[in-house]
């Protein structure tokens, strides 16, 4: 399960050297990896770095998560309830400053009910979904929305200098403004669900 969460200044601070030791790991790892193979010709496999978090790094109570080293619980923005008490916790920070924590939970599946009802899907351009029964889900053009403001953001970062920290605050404008993958999941949690469909 995978939710947003909104850290505090001491909790940034934190979070941040946990991933500059992960980074320092990873880069180590992968200098390790490189020269086995064209040193030696051997092919070892690793795990992709991230800051993932065993039982002695994070508690659960409450319904709150915490981390080692901090006294108030991350701000996590719940979508849903956790099927158990989380055994793994990975954070992760995205491109545009977004922080996610992912929880691994043990769960029971559910057993649907089998129904007769049929359903056609068309999936189109002018409108992104049709169903046979003539419900209607427009396409939002995010790409075509914000193609202008990213333009601008792309001609802006050209003039930075390489290695500069205006640089960098310039590329993450980029990813903010370039995040239509975040902005199509929010839109199909929002419309395609089966009231909106005329099936709930």
């Known amino acids: 399960m995978k939710y947003r969460f909104y850290p505090t200044t001491e909790q940034e601070t934190l979070l941040a050297q946990s991933f500059g030791g992960v980074r320092f790991v990873y880069n180590q790892i992968l200098r390790w990896r490189t020269d086995a193979f064209y040193l030696r010709q051997e092919n070892i496999g690793y795990i992709q770095a991230n800051a993932e978090l065993t039982r002695s790094a994070f508690s659960y109570r409450d319904g ?67 169903t046979d029964s003539g419900v209607k889900i427009g396409n939002p053009r995010h790409t075509a929305k914000y193609a202008t403001r990213l333009a601008k953001a792309q001609r802006c970062l050209s003039r930075k200098k390489l290695g500069s920290a205006n640089r960098a605050k310039a590329k993450g404008k980029i990813a903010t403004r370039n995040n239509v993958a975040g902005m199509f999941c929010v839109f199909l949690f929002k419309g395609w669900n089966s009231k909106k469909l005329g099936y709930g």
Not at 66 to 84: D, F, G, M, V
Not at 93 to 105: E, I, K, Q
């Open 64 to 130: 709150k998560l915490y981390i080692a080293k901090c006294k108030e619980p991350l701000n996590i923005r719940w979508s849903r309830e956790l099927s158990s008490e989380p055994s793994t916790v990975t954070l992760s920070r995205d491109c545009a400053g977004r922080y996610f924590v992912s929880m691994l939970c043990d769960f029971k599946p559910e057993v649907l009910h089998v129904t007769r009802n049929t359903i056609g899907l068309d999936v189109g351009i002018e409108n992104q979904l049709i």
